[in-house]
């Protein structure tokens, strides 16, 4: 397991862990990997899928067998780093997680939207500015270019599972101290698959959809909060 900090702030049954947990660890240059398991990633597991018209990463029904397995697989065995949850994902899904025999040591994952819409992500935008790091999604964030100093791997929707390997290929010739994430419940096979090789040198975060009101989409329900002096609050720092 690559180092990490000790928990600063118990939260139940899964770890609250602040913000500034995790921008510590960037500043001191302390690699560690953050993977968020979302209210569909969760629905998935436990259900064995979901319609099509629903996931935008897979296009078939067999395509969707397997990436629900692959996801299992990611609980079946865990690797040493950050399993993220949110709150209401917790309530949904834990105790139907736990009896199948997911024994997962889960932390907040909302805290880094939280603080995006709080206006208070500035610290954690700050630390990524001293990095070299890669961005793992859609065309359209390509105008962040604090989150591709070290390149932009593109990943397509629909059907971005099945880029799956010429992505961790192009993964692994980049020179990079931090991998961001914004590629759905991809980034969660993503970074099961590089974490061995990668956990000594690279963090890697998936930091989900956050990122869409940056660039002018609201596509999420909170985008609407993230608004423009929000944003510039964030960026200011």
Known sequence: MCEVMQPLEPCGAYRNLALSHYTRLLQLRKPFSFARY????????????????????VDTAEEMKQF?????????????????MKPYGWRMFHTQLERMNFKIDWVLSAIFHRANV????GP????LRTLRVCLVGPEYLKPLTFLTTAGHVVVSFPGAYKEREGVLATLRKIDT??????????ANL??????????????????????EPYVGKNIRPYHKHVT??????????
């Open 118 to 121: 709080q206006g208070n992500l």
């Open 124 to 127: 954690l935008i700050e630390q």
């Open 177 to 186: 101290d931090c991998i961001v994430f914004s590629c759905g419940g991809l």
């Open 190 to 211: 993503l970074i099961y698959d590089l974490h061995p090789e990668m956990c000594k040198r690279v963090t890697m975060i998936d930091l989900g959809a956050m990122w």
């Open 68 to 84: 629900v397995a692959d996801l299992q697989h990611t609980l079946k065995q865990p690797r040493g780093y950050y399993y993220g």
């Open 228 to 237: 423009t002096a929000i944003i510039e609050r964030n960026l200011s720092i």
């Open 38 to 57: 979302a209210d569909g990633e969760c629905s998935m597991i436990v259900h064995g899928g979901r319609p099509l018209k629903r996931c935008r990463l």
